[in-house]
């Protein structure tokens, strides 16, 4: 059984930092590309961040490039999100999600698994 549990999410001042973690089980981690991808209320899923299945690629959506960085540790089974910098526009449940693939989709459609979500909020 495929799990992806998420942590470090919570409630943070404008400007501040949370680092994400996703730990998972049940799959052969090191062949995932991994991504997090975020859904405000009333808004569409949207792609955050991805790292290929070695660790060796990293990408970003706009909106957070310079702010975030992703990360793996396929030792751990583990992939981070560092967030720096923190707006309330980042507020948002934040996914991390499976790709079976080397390099992360930037669409949601291609991952197999999926995370439970865990809340961020940026208050101004």
């Known amino acids: 059984q495929v799990q992806l549990v998420e942590s470090g999410g919570g409630l943070v001042q404008a400007g501040g930092s949370l680092r994400l973690s996703c730990a998972a089980s049940?799959?052969?981690?090191?062949?995932?590309?991994m991504g997090w991808f975020r859904q405000a209320p009333g808004k569409e899923r949207e792609f955050v961040a991805g790292i290929a299945s070695s660790g060796s690629n990293t990408y970003y959506a706009n909106s957070v490039k310079g702010r975030f960085t992703i990360s793996r540790d396929n030792a751990k089974n583990t992939v981070y999100l560092q967030m720096n910098s923190l707006n309330p526009e980042d507020t948002a449940v934040y996914y991390c999600a499976a790709d079976p693939k080397v390099l992360p989709s930037k669409t949601a459609d291609p991952y197999d698994y999926w995370g439970q979500g865990t809340q961020v909020t940026v208050s101004s």
């Open positions: 049940g799959l052969t981690f090191r062949r995932y590309a």
